[in-house]
């Protein structure tokens, strides 16, 4: 039957097979996406919406992702940045610049876009399972608690602490960022391909990518942070210990 369907066309069998292997193809990829639209409208339909947000497609999200710029070459940083961690499970976006006392991204919520710069003059907190957070500008924090996934095309300033605690997702920063203290749990990866400055540098794991030459690791930990801090390994605790002192060093409280 190939054969005189091959013939029928004027072509050879493999170019009729390679016809054949791509339509298919085409069909599983436009039915994923159909699938993936779906999917999306159905969990934003009932996840919380973020105010003066927009419910982006599927479609109109990658648009946004493919059109971001390459990270910058850093030898001395091991990255990656994979755009399809910001699709799924649905994508809400935000047009900046964009000033906030505090921003919360609640557990199972959508992906977040802001279009512009995002200025936090209190905490960014992060929920475990909470959708990614993409800034396509600069970003000011006074302190961000993340345990998922961050990504800043502009500068990053933190005035007070950037805690991170996730071994899956990371935090990028395309240009240059200043932080105060920086706190990594669980081997959370701080990816700040534009180069860094930083007061204090806590790796409680003691080897995580990125930060050779912390100042404190999980050894010590009693002797310069408060005491409630424990292992390290507790978001809500970094969280409370911001809210009442705005800071997690026992020098400092």
């Known amino acids: 039957m190939k054969e005189e369907l091959a013939k029928r066309l ?23 996406l159909e699938a993936e639209e779906k999917a999306a409208g159905g969990h934003v339909s009932s996840a919380p919406l973020y105010p003066g947000a927009e419910v982006l497609s599927m479609a109109r999200a990658r648009e946004i992702l493919s059109g971001i710029p390459p990270l910058p070459e850093n030898p001395e940083v091991d990255g990656v940045f994979d755009p399809e961690v910001l699709t799924l499970p649905s994508v809400q976006l935000i047009r900046g610049p964009l000033e906030l006392d505090s921003l919360h991204l609640p557990a199972e919520g959508s992906n977040l876009f802001i279009d512009g710069t995002l200025t936090v003059k209190g905490i960014l907190k992060q929920d475990f399972r909470a959708g990614g957070l993409l800034v396509l500008g600069d970003m000011v924090a006074s302190h961000i608690v993340t345990t998922g996934e961050i990504d800043c095309t502009g500068s990053l300033n933190v005035k007070g602490v950037l805690y991170g605690n996730c071994t899956n997702y990371g935090t990028n920063v395309w240009g240059p960022a200043r932080l105060k203290t920086v706190m990594s749990a669980k081997e959370h990866y701080f990816c700040f391909w534009g180069g860094r400055e930083i007061e204090t540098l806590i790796d409680v794991y003691g080897d995580t990518p990125n930060l050779e030459g912390a100042d404190y690791d ?6 310069f942070l408060h005491s409630d801090i424990g292992d390290g390994y507790n978001e809500e605790v970094v969280f409370e210990l911001l809210k009442r002192y705005g800071t997690i060093l026992a020098e400092e409280i």
């Open 10 to 32: 004027g072509i050879s069998l493999e170019e009729f097979e390679a016809q054949v292997a791509k339509k298919a193809k085409e069909k599983q990829s436009s039915e994923r």
């Open 218 to 223: 999980g050894s010590c930990m009693e002797e």
